[in-house]
Protein backbone atom coordinates (compact mmCIF):
# COMPACT_ATOMS: atom_id res chain seq x y z
CA UNK A 1 0.00 0.00 0.00
CA UNK A 2 1.51 3.65 -1.19
CA UNK A 3 1.50 6.30 1.81
CA UNK A 4 1.96 9.41 1.18
CA UNK A 5 3.17 12.09 4.04
CA UNK A 6 2.99 16.03 3.81
CA UNK A 7 5.78 18.21 5.77
CA UNK A 8 7.07 21.71 5.78
CA UNK A 9 3.69 23.98 6.32
CA UNK A 10 3.37 26.37 8.86
CA UNK A 11 2.89 30.67 9.16
CA UNK A 12 4.87 32.95 6.73
CA UNK A 13 4.04 36.74 6.06
CA UNK A 14 3.40 37.98 2.59
CA UNK A 15 6.15 37.50 0.28
CA UNK A 16 7.71 34.76 2.56
CA UNK A 17 8.73 31.60 1.08
CA UNK A 18 8.34 27.42 2.35
CA UNK A 19 9.11 24.58 1.07
CA UNK A 20 6.64 21.72 1.30
CA UNK A 21 7.74 18.19 0.78
CA UNK A 22 6.40 14.81 0.63
CA UNK A 23 7.66 11.72 1.14
CA UNK A 24 6.50 8.39 -0.02
CA UNK A 25 6.41 4.65 1.46
CA UNK A 26 5.24 1.40 0.05
CA UNK A 27 6.40 -1.22 -1.60
CA UNK A 28 5.63 -0.57 -5.46
CA UNK A 29 7.13 -0.73 -8.84
CA UNK A 30 4.98 1.64 -10.65
CA UNK A 31 6.43 4.63 -11.91
CA UNK A 32 3.87 7.27 -9.78
CA UNK A 33 2.99 11.12 -10.95
CA UNK A 34 3.18 12.66 -8.15
CA UNK A 35 1.91 16.85 -7.36
CA UNK A 36 0.29 18.84 -5.20
CA UNK A 37 -3.34 19.95 -5.10
CA UNK A 38 -4.78 22.87 -2.27
CA UNK A 39 -7.67 23.93 -0.84
CA UNK A 40 -8.94 26.89 0.61
CA UNK A 41 -11.70 27.24 3.62
CA UNK A 42 -14.90 27.10 1.41
CA UNK A 43 -13.22 26.43 -1.66
CA UNK A 44 -12.70 23.06 -3.99
CA UNK A 45 -9.62 21.59 -4.29
CA UNK A 46 -7.01 22.59 -7.10
CA UNK A 47 -3.87 21.24 -8.78
CA UNK A 48 -0.98 23.86 -8.01
CA UNK A 49 1.67 21.61 -9.84
CA UNK A 50 2.62 17.98 -10.51
CA UNK A 51 5.94 16.28 -11.81
CA UNK A 52 5.80 13.29 -14.11
CA UNK A 53 8.43 10.44 -12.95
CA UNK A 54 10.96 11.41 -15.93
CA UNK A 55 10.61 15.25 -14.84
CA UNK A 56 8.50 16.79 -16.74
CA UNK A 57 6.49 19.31 -14.92
CA UNK A 58 3.02 21.10 -14.67
CA UNK A 59 2.64 24.38 -13.22
CA UNK A 60 -1.03 26.45 -12.15
CA UNK A 61 -1.13 29.55 -13.77
CA UNK A 62 -1.75 31.03 -10.69
CA UNK A 63 1.62 29.91 -8.87
CA UNK A 64 3.98 30.06 -12.16
CA UNK A 65 7.09 32.01 -11.75
CA UNK A 66 6.66 31.81 -7.80
CA UNK A 67 6.50 27.92 -7.22
CA UNK A 68 9.06 25.14 -8.75
CA UNK A 69 8.13 21.67 -7.99
CA UNK A 70 10.90 18.51 -7.70
CA UNK A 71 11.36 15.19 -6.99
CA UNK A 72 14.25 12.58 -6.18
CA UNK A 73 12.93 9.10 -7.62
CA UNK A 74 16.06 7.33 -5.23
CA UNK A 75 14.69 8.77 -2.31
CA UNK A 76 10.57 8.34 -3.27
CA UNK A 77 10.75 12.35 -2.46
CA UNK A 78 9.19 15.13 -4.30
CA UNK A 79 9.36 18.94 -3.32
CA UNK A 80 7.61 22.18 -3.49
CA UNK A 81 9.80 25.60 -3.11
CA UNK A 82 6.86 28.54 -2.67
CA UNK A 83 8.44 31.83 -3.45
CA UNK A 84 6.35 35.32 -3.56
CA UNK A 85 3.44 33.71 -1.17
CA UNK A 86 0.48 36.04 -0.40
CA UNK A 87 -2.31 35.67 1.26
CA UNK A 88 -4.34 33.57 -1.54
CA UNK A 89 -2.03 31.06 -0.82
CA UNK A 90 -3.38 30.05 2.25
CA UNK A 91 -4.87 26.42 2.04
CA UNK A 92 -4.15 23.10 3.25
CA UNK A 93 -1.80 21.33 0.40
CA UNK A 94 -2.04 17.48 -0.30
CA UNK A 95 0.69 15.23 -1.75
CA UNK A 96 -0.88 13.37 -4.44
CA UNK A 97 0.39 10.43 -6.43
CA UNK A 98 -0.83 8.77 -9.73
CA UNK A 99 -0.19 6.55 -12.44
CA UNK A 100 -1.70 8.71 -15.06
CA UNK A 101 -0.35 12.30 -15.44
CA UNK A 102 -0.80 14.98 -18.31
CA UNK A 103 0.85 18.31 -19.36
CA UNK A 104 -2.14 20.25 -19.62
CA UNK A 105 -3.41 19.39 -16.37
CA UNK A 106 -1.21 17.57 -14.45
CA UNK A 107 -2.41 14.74 -12.49
CA UNK A 108 -6.42 13.56 -12.43
CA UNK A 109 -8.55 14.90 -9.89
CA UNK A 110 -9.18 11.63 -8.12
CA UNK A 111 -5.51 10.90 -7.75
CA UNK A 112 -4.73 7.39 -6.60
CA UNK A 113 -3.19 8.00 -3.53
CA UNK A 114 -3.25 11.46 -1.07
CA UNK A 115 -1.92 12.72 2.43
CA UNK A 116 -3.59 14.29 5.01
CA UNK A 117 -2.53 17.63 3.82
CA UNK A 118 -0.26 20.46 5.66
CA UNK A 119 -1.57 23.88 6.41
CA UNK A 120 0.11 26.70 4.65
CA UNK A 121 -0.93 30.15 6.52
CA UNK A 122 0.39 33.45 4.80
CA UNK A 123 -0.61 36.76 6.65
CA UNK A 124 -1.15 40.32 5.18
Known amino acids: QVQLVESGGGLVQTGGSLRLSCARS????????MGWFRQAPGKGREIVAAIAWDGITYIAASVKGRFTISRDNDKNTMSLQMNSLNPDDTAVYYC??????????????????WGRGTQVTVSS
Open 96 to 113: AADRFYSPNYGLRDESEF
Open 26 to 33: GRTFSRYA
